[in-house]
């Protein structure tokens, strides 16, 4: 119950398309999804996230789609370019003290020029 | 500002070892979490430490065992290695009471275990 699954494993997009990383969990209770992004040798970075009390967030060519029905959200990459070539991952985590993330497995995402 | 910095980056030991890794956290964050992320994996949760305190831990043996020092920066401890522990070791700081926890990751210290 503390998975979050992720899908595709890997994604190859053109410069210029849409890319778009989905996630599922099964955890109610988990009421905070950040995504972040990894570049090879670094630490992930955080990139955008969202509570389920809204629907999408969008922040520049990037936009969570959430629906708390389904427990899905989904990352969207508009006008994907190489430099956003990298490994994204989703996460949850639950309110209150002592928050830890449950982290998906990750989507290896390259941009061909 | 400096970021999460974590050391050594590298490191190699052999089976039944033991191995100390380092994190002092971003400026300003008081929170420290460590994550184990093996190769083609997302990050697991290892621990928390609060206040010097082990808050919450997840599914790791006693093996692993850490530390919180009273400026924060806080030290991982894996104790008779094993070849599986090999893996990225991540350190992440944040900063408690600001209704999400934001996590700030290190770029990770990584463990080969021969």
């Known amino acids: 119950q503390q998975q979050v699954k992720q899908s595709p494993q890997s994604l190859i997009v053109q410069k210029g398309g849409i890319s778009i990383i989905n996630c599922a969990y099964e955890n109610t209770a988990f009421d905070y999804f950040p995504w972040y992004q990894q570049f090879p040798g670094k630490g992930p970075a955080l990139l955008i996230a969202i509570r389920p009390d809204v629907s999408e967030k969008k922040e520049g060519r990037f936009t969570i789609s959430f629906n708390k029905s389904a427990k899905q959200f989904s990352l969207h990459i508009m006008d994907s370019q190489p430099g956003d070539s990298a490994t994204y991952f989703c996460a949850a985590s639950t309110k209150g003290y002592g928050q830890n993330f449950v982290f998906g497995p990750g989507t290896r995402l390259s941009v061909l020029p | 500002d400096a970021g999460v910095t974590q050391s050594p980056t590298h490191l190699i030991k052999t089976r039944g070892q033991q191995v100390t890794l380092r994190c002092s956290p971003k400026s300003g964050h008081d929170t420290v979490s460590w994550y184990q992320q093996a190769l083609g994996q997302g990050p697991q949760f290892i621990f928390q430490?609060?206040?010097?305190?082990?808050?919450q831990r997840g599914n790791f043996p006693d093996r692993f065992s850490g530390h919180q020092f009273p400026n924060y920066s806080s030290e991982l401890n894996v104790n008779a290695l094993l070849l599986g522990d090999s893996a990225l070791y991540l350190c992440?700081?944040?900063?408690?009471?600001?209704?999400?926890?934001?996590?700030?990751f290190g770029a990770g210290s990584r463990l080969t275990v021969l």
């Open positions: 430490y609060y206040e010097e305190e082990e808050r």
């Open positions: 992440a700081s944040s900063l408690e009471g600001t209704g999400a926890n934001v996590l700030t």
